[in-house]
């Protein structure tokens, strides 16, 4: 059975990255569009502050962790085998899997010479990869009636089997849910800020920053002005909302309680230890297998 956690109401599959790219490209002969998000905190402040947007994204196939925090929380309810897929990463495996299946993929959003720049980046490193399309539109809150006819146009030229959707969000989620029965696409995955990063455009924070959960850290110190309010004042807001749910102060006030009743644990684990020694340190309390 497939586990899912529920976040302040936002279903997330418990998934690994290999889990992931085999559920999405098994998608790829299904007859209808499937669905993919890669929830963080930001997705989860968002849908919590606007209920259609969470209807929507609760309709998703796939659902995977990207986001560090979201998995402490997934690790609190006691799912231990949670891990983050990022994004970027997954976009990453997924043409990877294309290039060795001969599956085509669509990239709809973000700046044209983002794309272009990811497109090479991309092909350089999966020759085979085969890219029917790709299109940056004019920036609009919404799209009007002419440029979705555009887009859906440009789409069923190209024929994709992974249609990649960077429009950000939430107008990615509602473009894909108000469009889904209309693509003709097998698969398709809101992908955020992926190609930015994958263009080396935006950079990407060390892999001990990403692996300890610092990199909103590096993002805010390269783009203070544009997301200090999305870390520090929606986020923050919305992770401290979630440990207060009821189903996680009962497993954080026992950690609390063996852990201020266990001075050596605590000496252990947090002065002496290893920072990647705290998963294992929640690993002792977890209530699922």
Not at 274 to 281: Q, Y
Request: aromatic residues 12%.
């Amino acid at each position: 059975m497939k586990k899912k956690a529920n976040i302040l109401g936002l279903n997330i599959d418990i998934v690994s990255m290999n889990k992931a790219v085999d559920k999405i490209m098994s998608y790829a002969n299904s007859k209808r569009t499937h669905f993919v998000i890669t929830p963080n905190m930001d997705f989860l402040a968002k849908a919590h502050d606007d209920p259609r947007l969470m209807k929507f994204l609760n309709f998703a196939d796939l659902a995977v962790t990207d986001g560090m925090p979201i998995v402490w929380l997934e690790h609190i309810m006691g799912y231990k085998r949670a891990e983050r897929v990022a994004g970027v990463d997954l976009v990453d495996r997924i043409c990877s899997r294309c290039a060795r299946n001969g599956h085509s993929i669509f990239i709809l959003g973000s700046k044209n010479n983002i794309i272009r720049k990811a497109i090479t980046i991309l092909k350089h490193k999966y020759p085979a990869l085969r890219v029917a399309g790709y299109y940056g539109p004019p920036y609009h809150k919404v799209f009007s009636l002419e440029d979705n006819k555009l887009i859906l146009e440009r789409l069923y030229k190209a024929k994709p089997i992974i249609l990649f959707v960077a429009l950000g969000l939430p107008k990615g989620e509602f473009w894909i849910m108000e469009n889904k029965h209309l693509l003709k696409v097998p698969v398709a995955i809101d992908i955020g800020g992926s190609f930015g990063m994958i263009s080396k455009i935006v950079p990407r924070a060390p892999i001990w920053m990403q692996k300890s959960g610092l990199e909103w850290f590096f993002r805010l110190i390269n783009e203070p002005f544009r997301l200090w309010k999305r870390y520090i004042s929606d986020d923050l807001r919305i992770f401290l909302i979630a440990i207060m749910d009821k189903k996680f102060r009962k497993v954080l006030l026992k950690i609390i309680f063996e852990t201020l009743s266990k001075p050596k644990l605590l000496l252990k684990r947090f002065i002496i230890g290893k920072p990647r020694s705290l998963h294992g340190f929640i690993n002792k309390y977890y209530i699922k297998d």
